[in-house]
């Protein structure tokens, strides 16, 4: 009778330990729809980016997406650009912890978190050809080019002209109609 009650026991526990790691695992994994919402737009917004042929290293080198403190936003994209090109050129996603910068990129996100550990990092691609991208309080103040908000219950964006000329890109004006508000904008 003790065998079969204890291995009664060690059967309920060893259930209960899978329906919660199974539970846990499910939470960890589970992608937010703004973590979503913001790959897609990541991805999109290099569709609507004019690089000068200096950010390239050569005709057929990819463009590199750079994400950096966001790892969940970095698989998503990763999932996203599986089997797609933009203007005919690979495209290479790469995510980074905060505290190392990428040395190459074409479209570097920072996330809030690592941008406010290191407010200065937009600083140091200010005047190259990369696309920065952050959703801070005030990234465009930091010297990103784009940067997501969240407005209601949606993901919108803010563009900065400005950021976008010193870095020699130009961008689209379909991206532009949808932004939610351009700085730089001639009137």
């Given amino acids: 009778m003790k065998l079969e009650f204890r291995l009664v026991i060690w059967i309920s526990a060893l259930c209960l330990g ?14 937010s729809l703004e973590d979503r919402v913001k790959a897609a737009f990541l991805y ?18 990819p463009v590199i997406i750079a994400v950096v403190g966001a790892d969940a936003i970095a698989h998503e994209l990763e999932k996203v650009t599986v089997g ?5 050129r690979s495209i290479k996603v790469k995510s980074y912890t905060p505290d190392r910068l990428p040395q ?8 809030r978190a690592a941008s406010t550990q290191h407010p200065d ?8 050809p990369v696309m920065l991208v952050t959703d801070s309080p005030n990234g465009l103040d930091l010297g ?5 908000l969240v407005d209601g219950d949606r993901v919108r964006f ?3 002209l400005t950021t976008i000329k010193a870095q020699q890109l130009r961008i ?5 109609s949808v932004a939610r508000q351009i700085r730089g904008a001639e009137k």
């Fill in 44 to 61: 999109k917004f290099c569709h609507y980016i004019e690089w000068p042929e200096t950010a390239f290293s050569s005709a057929n080198a």
């Fill in 158 to 160: 803010d563009i900065s």
């Fill in 172 to 176: 689209g004006s379909p991206l532009l």
């Fill in 144 to 148: 990103s080019g784009i940067n997501f």
């Fill in 104 to 111: 190459q990129a074409h479209l570097l996100f920072i996330s």
């Fill in 121 to 128: 990092w937009l600083k140091t691609y200010s005047s190259k």
């Fill in 84 to 88: 797609h090109d933009i203007k005919g």
């Fill in 18 to 31: 899978l329906i919660i790691c199974q539970s846990g695992f499910a939470q960890a994994t589970r992608l």
